[in-house]
């Protein structure tokens, strides 16, 4: 049965994105069956693996309003083993629309259901926000990892997020575990990082951080304009390399 994992911080501009598709992508090149959900209105997960969106007959909005189901919802193969369900702008109304829907938070859980067997992971791309979508995405998760961005305001909202885990894991998920904390858009040029570094792991010192910390990386950067993950885009760059490393320590990862 495939391992549930929300990528999240409410935190916007944090890597959130650029994690969800290359841990994904780089999970399916070591040969793992994955499926990536894109549950942000904002679509950064659908347009950065090449999909128009404009050419979409149905996203994870029809499915979560119950208008779809799974499996005509999901984009099968948009790289090798890894499947897609897409997001569009449509979603952002989702969150009025949910409103007053019975169980409206597990809604996506349920759906889960049907396909979990046929994977080694989901990824799930939050929104940058502690809304409906997210907590759905939560409430379907079996662990939350969490990118923080190497600058001075990385632990800003941090703690707003990890209360906001500890009470869904109370109410509404009591399975649901951190996976981990990771750092992005780390520069070894600056103190600044290190520093940042040294003070997340001070603050989250019973919080399991991975060892393999994302640099800032141009090609980074330019992969999603191309609609291709970074190991795609430039198999060699620092950023592939870290991204491949991530994946394997995802995968050595041990949940209960």
Same mark, same amino acid.
Request: proline content about 4%; hydrophobic content about 40%.
């Given at each position: 049965?495939?391992?549930?994992?929300?990528?999240?911080?409410?935190?916007?501009?944090?890597?959130?994105?650029?994690?969800?598709?290359?841990?994904?992508?780089?999970?399916?090149?070591?040969?793992?069956?994955?499926?990536?959900?894109?549950?942000?209105?904002?679509?950064?997960?659908?347009?950065?693996?090449?999909?128009?969106?404009?050419?979409?007959?149905?996203?994870?909005?029809?499915?979560?309003?119950?208008?779809?189901?799974?499996?005509?919802?999901?984009?099968?193969?948009?790289?090798?083993?890894?499947?897609?369900?897409?997001?569009?702008?449509? %979603?952002? =109304?989702?969150?009025?629309?949910?409103?007053? $829907?019975?169980?409206?938070?597990?809604? @996506?859980?349920?759906? +889960? !259901?049907?396909?979990?067997?046929?994977?080694?992971?989901?990824?799930?791309?939050?929104?940058?926000?502690?809304?409906?979508?997210?907590?759905?995405?939560?409430?379907?998760?079996?662990?939350?990892?969490?990118?923080?961005?190497?600058?001075?305001?990385? %632990?800003? =909202?941090?703690?707003?997020?990890?209360?906001? $885990?500890?009470?869904?894991?109370?109410? @509404?998920?009591?399975? +649901? !575990?951190?996976?981990?904390?990771?750092?992005?858009?780390?520069?070894?040029?600056?103190?600044?990082?290190?520093?940042?570094?040294?003070?997340?792991?001070?603050?989250?010192?019973?919080?399991?951080?991975?060892?393999?910390?994302?640099?800032?990386?141009?090609?980074? =950067?330019?992969?999603?304009?191309?609609?291709?993950?970074?190991?795609?885009?430039?198999?060699?760059?620092?950023?592939? !390399?870290?991204?491949?490393?991530?994946?394997?320590?995802?995968?050595?990862?041990?949940?209960?």
């Amino acid at each position: 049965m495939g391992r549930v994992i929300s990528v999240a911080n409410q935190k916007g501009g944090v890597g959130k994105t650029t994690t969800s598709i290359n841990l994904a992508a780089c999970l399916a090149e070591k040969g793992k069956k994955i499926l990536l959900i894109d549950i942000d209105p904002q679509g950064n997960s659908t347009r950065g693996l090449g999909i128009d969106k404009k050419s979409l007959d149905s996203t994870i909005y029809e499915l979560l309003l119950g208008d779809d189901n799974i499996k005509t919802t999901c984009i099968n193969n948009v790289i090798e083993n890894l499947d897609l369900i897409p997001s569009d702008v449509e %979603l952002a =109304g989702a969150e009025v629309e949910l409103i007053g $829907i019975e169980n409206s938070s597990f809604i @996506l859980k349920k759906d +889960l !259901e049907e396909i979990k067997y046929n994977y080694d992971f989901i990824i799930i791309d939050c929104p940058p926000s502690l809304s409906i979508l997210t907590i759905n995405a939560l409430c379907a998760s079996d662990t939350v990892l969490v990118p923080i961005q190497c600058e001075f305001f990385a %632990l800003e =909202g941090l703690s707003q997020l990890m209360y906001t $885990i500890n009470l869904v894991r109370k109410r @509404l998920n009591p399975r +649901l !575990e951190i996976e981990g904390i990771v750092f992005t858009m780390y520069d070894a040029r600056t103190n600044l990082s290190l520093q940042v570094v040294e003070e997340v792991k001070k603050e989250l010192i019973h919080t399991m951080i991975y060892q393999t910390i994302i640099p800032r990386n141009i090609r980074l =950067g330019e992969a999603p304009s191309y609609g291709l993950p970074i190991n795609l885009y430039d198999s060699k760059s620092k950023g592939a !390399e870290s991204y491949r490393l991530l994946a394997q320590e995802v995968i050595e990862r041990e949940v209960d």
